[in-house]
């Protein structure tokens, strides 16, 4: 399979129902939580999120949309909840129950407008913060060492079945956690065209699948 290089081009807003953590998807690797999801709309506009007063382009709030609209069954097992939905009622545990919300999410210029098995994309880190001149991450903060020159956006790439892995990150292996220099994966090649030519050292093993990213080509092993 090759690798194809992809881009953000607005937001997509979804009605979303989350519940558990045991989801197996249909390709037999474990998805964590169940997540039912509704195409609402797609906007034009990249983060066009509710955000710092920013209205955004569909409602978020939850009220707005009736019992009707809900998705019923799990994305990628095609299970339905097996616990009450959230409602704030008396004596429910928040946990315990299935979660509704208005999900917003990156839009990009594929078939089914998100990331796809094989793609790969920047995308800005969740966590990333500037601290004395530096960028600060996720990876950076709570797996070790600070990482000193985080950009603030991660090249992640969806394996061929599939599981997002962020290569920016860092290994649940790492042996070197202390080290402000080292990166678990590294990238030889240019980030950009198609076909894309990038190389990816080491191996990639996620939930599934393990194989590597080379000139552009996953291979498993």
Known sequence: MNARLIHEIG??????????KSCVGSDGAPHGYHNATKKLADSPGIHDWPRGGHKSFVSDSREDYPEADWPTKCDACGAAPDV???TGAEGQVYSDCAQRQVFFQALYDTASGSPE???VFWRQDWAWEQKDGRGICFHSRFGG???????????????PNGWEWDINSRAKNCGTKNDPNHRCWTVVGKIEGDPLDITVNPSIDVPGWHGYLEHGIWRRV
């Open 11 to 20: 937001t997509r807003a979804k009605l979303r129902v989350y519940w558990g």
């Open 84 to 86: 009450p939905i959230f």
């Open 117 to 119: 098995a094989g793609d």
């Open 145 to 159: 060492q600070e990482w000193p020159d985080c950009g603030g956006k991660h090249l992640i790439a969806f394996t």
